[in-house]
């Protein structure tokens, strides 16, 4: 049975008011990701306490970076359930983990942070690994803007 959206509204909010994209689907999830050129980070969002202490705040930390995909998306683990096991499918050869952060560029995951990867870390060191990601397979801001144009 899915967790209430009483319970989980101000979660899901913690990422859309840094502009991460609801994906509460599994079309909205192949079409944010495969329509989408570039980088892609997919945020399995969780109710659990690394996903409020450690990994949203990170992901906020991580997002304000110079150097960062172009789109960002979100499913709910508990509540957007099927949203969820497809953008866990393109986590290819990697067990589900919530939450996670995947990083997919032109369709592929090239960048994974599972949960274990979360629960012992801070939401700075998780910004820092982000970040690190980002600079390795994602272009400036100021190119992507200027690529569009």
Same mark, same amino acid.
């Given at each position: 049975?899915?967790?209430?959206? %009483?319970?989980?509204?101000?979660?899901?909010?913690?990422?859309?008011?840094?502009?991460?994209?609801?994906?509460?689907?599994?079309?909205?999830?192949?079409?944010?990701?495969?329509?989408?050129?570039?980088?892609?980070?997919?945020?399995?969002?969780?109710?659990?306490?690394?996903?409020?202490?450690?990994?949203?705040?990170?992901?906020?930390?991580?997002?304000?970076?110079?150097?960062?995909?172009?789109?960002?998306?979100?499913?709910?683990?508990?509540?957007?359930?099927?949203?969820?096991?497809?953008?866990?499918?393109?986590?290819?050869?990697?067990?589900?983990?919530?939450?996670?952060?995947?990083? %997919?560029?032109?369709?592929?995951?090239?960048?994974? %942070?599972?949960?274990?990867?979360?629960?012992?870390?801070?939401?700075?060191?998780?910004?820092?690994?982000?970040?690190?990601?980002?600079?390795?397979?994602?272009?400036?801001?100021?190119?992507?803007?200027?690529?569009?144009?």
């Amino acid at each position: 049975m899915p967790y209430s959206e %009483m319970l989980i509204k101000p979660m899901r909010e913690d990422l859309t008011r840094l502009g991460v994209e609801e994906t509460r689907t599994p079309e909205a999830v192949d079409a944010a990701i495969q329509n989408t050129a570039g980088a892609v980070l997919v945020i399995v969002n969780s109710v659990c306490g690394c996903a409020a202490g450690k990994a949203r705040p990170g992901i906020a930390q991580a997002l304000q970076h110079n150097v960062r995909p172009g789109k960002a998306i979100t499913v709910f683990a508990g509540a957007d359930i099927d949203a969820t096991e497809r953008a866990r499918g393109y986590f290819k050869g990697y067990p589900p983990s919530s939450p996670s952060i995947g990083l %997919m560029k032109d369709g592929k995951l090239v960048y994974l %942070m599972e949960r274990y990867q979360i629960e012992g870390r801070s939401a700075e060191q998780i910004a820092r690994e982000l970040t690190a990601a980002f600079d390795k397979f994602c272009a400036p801001v100021q190119q992507q803007t200027a690529a569009t144009n």
